[in-house]
Structures are given as C-alpha cells and as structure tokens.
C-alpha cells in the first residue's frame, strides 16, 4: 500500500481560479513547446540526476518503480484560471530522490528536462515539501502519454507549468536558471495563492 502524504490545510481555491469538472487532457491543459506528445519506450527509459551531487544516478524505469510509492491528493491549477480538484497522484517522493543523490551544500535549485525539450526549475526548498512527487499514476492509473507518461512533477501550490511532464534529466545547481515559460514572462515564484502568475 502506498503511504499517505497529508493533504494541503488550505481550503478553498486560490485568487482568480475557477473550479472544473473536466479530467485532465493533453492540450491546453499542459502548456508545452510541442504540438506532438514525445513516444517513451520504458525498456530504455532513463533519467539522470546529476549536477551539484555527491552521487549522480541514471535510473531506469524498473529502479524507479522499486522506489517506496508515496499517493498525495491536491488541487491541479492552470495559470489560464482553472482548477481541478482532488488529483490523486501516485509516484516517489522528490525528497526521497533528493536523499539519495545527496545535493552538495552549494545546490540551491533544480533544473528539470524533458523529452519535448521544456524545461522549469524550482529551489530544493520548494521540491522538499511533502507533497511534491515525482508522479506516473493519477487516480489509480498509469499517466496517459499527454499528461507526462512516464513520469512528472506534481508541485501542488504552483501553477501547472512548473509541474514538469516527461521528465528525463534532474540538474542540481547553484544558481537559478529560468525555464522555457519562465524566459517568456511567466512568473518564476507562480504562487497560486499570491496570484503570481507573470513576471513583474
């Protein structure tokens, strides 16, 4: 049985988001840089962690799902206005990932790559809350190849675009560098109860 995280205590939706009934589909639900969904062979699938780490790793798929299985129910906003709500997303806890590259004292933030070439990064403090998950299942089933197959982030109290899909490279890193969307005037912090979604 997959361990619980505990839900987010906040309630209700964040400033200027609407609730949606709709699940979640490829398209203008995930903003990406590609109009085609990336094909992943999980026989040789690979994702690397590297950068400023005592102890890279180059995992495949069979490692990955050897990992302890975390489930953490939360809310899915999109920077366009809408929310769904209670996403259950199943998949290894980034802070577990984090424990065993062992970051240096000098990593402050993370860079994610992806199979389409998107690219977001976030600072090892806000990928080491507990309900950020390196996810491949949603309600009880294997991510769909257009909402990230084989695996992606889920970072709940960020807009979407910093939930990276097709995640295949994870970079440890000193200092911050800005993502695809992030280089395009959407907000680095995109805090969804700030309402912070473009750069100032």
Known sequence: MPTKTRKSNRKGLPPGQVSTH??????????AITSSIPKIDLKTY??????????????????????????????????????????????????????????????????FECADGYTT?????????????????????????????PLRLVVPDKYAYKSAMWITKITFMSKKELGYWE???YSDTADVWKNDRFAK
Not at 22 to 31: A, C, I, M, Q, S
Request: net charge negative; hydrophobic share 40%.
């Open 22 to 31: 709709r699940l979640l589909r490829w398209g203008k639900d995930h903003p």
């Open 46 to 111: 690979v994702l690397e962690a590297d950068g400023e780490v005592e102890n890279p790793l180059r995992l495949s798929w069979v490692d990955i799902i050897k990992f302890p299985k975390t489930e953490s129910v939360s809310d899915f906003h999109c920077v366009e206005g809408w929310s769904v709500l209670g996403c259950r997303w199943e998949g290894v806890l980034f802070k577990h990932l984090a424990d065993l590259v062992k970051p240096k004292e000098t990593a402050k933030f993370v860079m």
């Open 121 to 149: 990064s976030l600072s090892l403090e806000e990928l080491s809350r507990e309900n950020v998950l390196l996810a491949y299942e949603l309600n009880g089933k294997q991510l769909e190849e257009g909402l990230g197959f």
């Open 183 to 185: 280089k395009r005037g």
